[in-house]
């Protein structure tokens, strides 16, 4: 009767609730890394496709970052269901500082070796001079999009959602508004195409920094700790640490397995790359309501299992993953069926359309798989099971996702269709893994408090 009981007090409507300004808050950090490839589109797609390569790399930079993002929040959220408040301030200075150092040193090797990462990735000559600039100033401002990273992680985990939403707004405000201005030049602008798009974002990424940074002060009333930081803990280090490389071990195998099949689908030639990056652009906004859904029910398992409640963590997780694959399934099927319609909005090659349509009906199928996944390893890492998650990328995402891309994509001469029936085989193996772990219950013993 006590399991009856627990159950039936967990609904869904406070955490649909939760998700919907992240639901903004992600449809705007979407465009704000695909809105200079869409405005550089009526400049060249050459300028696309090399923007597109570039941002390939900065996701991994990014991931990287996310690594101590994710181990604030998913370690901050039970804190807060344990009413721990003491242990939850000393995170907030000791993170911020960690994501300073990682961000510099990201902006050094970004920077520093980035024709020799273009080389290695394949990249076409014609788009290495572009992609290069881009990198540069986008990879020198690395530092306040890690800031902006790890403002957003702390605020989540108080559930101000709210507050992220409006930096975010700000952001793309400041980002279109700029590359208006300098892509092709408005009145004495100069006309700057990719260094343009560069320096606009660059600048929203430092206004969206300062603003996240005066809300944390404002609101939270939190101050770096100078003194932690000369005496840190180190046992609170270890422990972001722990949490963080497996937890982000996952995102990391992604983005690297990303970087090899765009190595591999730059050898198809440019309308294989500039297919892959107008595909990559639209993508996340249909799994878009799933990542939203996926964080928000994130911090409620974070707090159900710091509170010693795994049976409401598992109930929430159960709701939310229908939900998440009934609409991830919507949305591709839309995407399908209206790709010439949204596409033919940024290029009117027929070669280009033609192997989108072939990637969106392969897409439907991974989007289901997609759904479980964002859905499954959010819920696993917020109650501790960092580790299995990891696992399970590294052996589905090389063994499955990138043998079969290249044994299709190059051997069997399917080209672009052939990587995306691998990526979407990945997918699968991987949702049916993580389902099989949730059921079993182990993740109840991972609990880090």
């Known amino acids: 009767m006590k399991g009856v009981c627990e159950r039936s007090e967990v609904s869904l409507r406070p955490v649909l609730t939760v998700a919907f300004p992240v639901l903004v808050e992600s449809c705007l950090r979407i465009l704000l890394g695909n809105v200079d490839q869409w405005m550089l589109s009526n400049y060249s797609d050459t300028a696309v496709a090399a923007v597109g390569n570039a941002n390939q790399i900065m996701n991994m930079g990014f991931m990287v970052l996310d690594m101590v993002c994710t181990a604030t929040t998913i370690i901050l959220a039970q804190y807060i269901g344990a009413k721990r408040e003491k242990e939850a301030e000393k995170l907030y200075t000791l993170s911020l500082s960690i994501i300073l150092a990682l961000s510099l040193i990201l902006t050094a090797i970004l920077v520093g070796l980035r024709r020799q990462i273009f080389a290695w990735m394949n990249v076409p000559p014609e788009l290495t001079a572009d992609a290069s600039v881009y990198l540069a100033v986008v990879g020198g401002t690395i530092v306040f999009q890690g800031i902006f990273m790890g403002a957003s992680a702390i605020l989540r985990s108080h559930v101000m959602m709210r507050e992220i939403m409006v930096g975010s707004i700000g952001m793309n405000i400041v980002n279109v508004a700029v590359n208006f201005m300098l892509i092709n030049g408005y009145t004495f602008f100069p006309r700057l195409g990719v260094l343009g798009a560069a320096l606009a974002t660059a600048l929203s990424r430092v206004a969206g920094s300062a603003f996240l940074i005066w809300i944390m002060v404002k609101r939270l009333d939190i101050h770096l700790n100078v003194t932690a930081l000369r005496h840190p803990d180190f046992a609170a280090v270890g422990k972001l640490f722990r949490v963080g490389l497996p937890a982000a071990g996952d995102s990391v195998s992604y983005n690297c397995m990303q970087i090899v099949l765009l190595a591999l689908i730059n050898t198809f030639g440019t309308v294989a790359v500039t297919a892959k990056v107008y595909v990559g652009s639209i993508l996340p906004f249909v799994y878009i309501f799933t990542t939203s859904l996926a964080t928000a029910t994130q ?31 919507a949305l591709s099927v839309l995407l399908y069926m209206g790709s010439d319609l949204v596409f033919g909005v940024f290029t009117q090659s027929e070669m280009v359309l033609e192997t989108i349509r072939d990637i969106l009906l392969i897409d439907v199928f991974l989007e289901l798989g997609r759904a479980v996944n964002i859905m499954m390893i959010r819920a ?64 109840k013993q991972k609990r880090l408090l």
């Open 380 to 443: 696993l890492l917020s109650a501790g099971d960092t580790a299995y998650p990891l696992y399970c990328a590294l052996v589905s995402m090389w063994g499955v996702g990138v043998m079969l891309s290249f044994l299709l994509g190059r051997g069997l001469g399917l080209g672009m269709a052939g990587v995306w029936i691998g990526m979407a085989a990945d997918e699968w193996c991987r949702a049916l893994a993580f389902l099989l772990r949730w059921k079993s219950g182990k993740w």
């Open 299 to 329: 911090i409620k398992v974070g707090y159900f299992v710091g509170g010693h409640e795994p049976g409401k963590a598992q109930q929430l997780v159960q709701k939310s993953t229908i939900v998440a694959l009934c609409s991830s399934f």
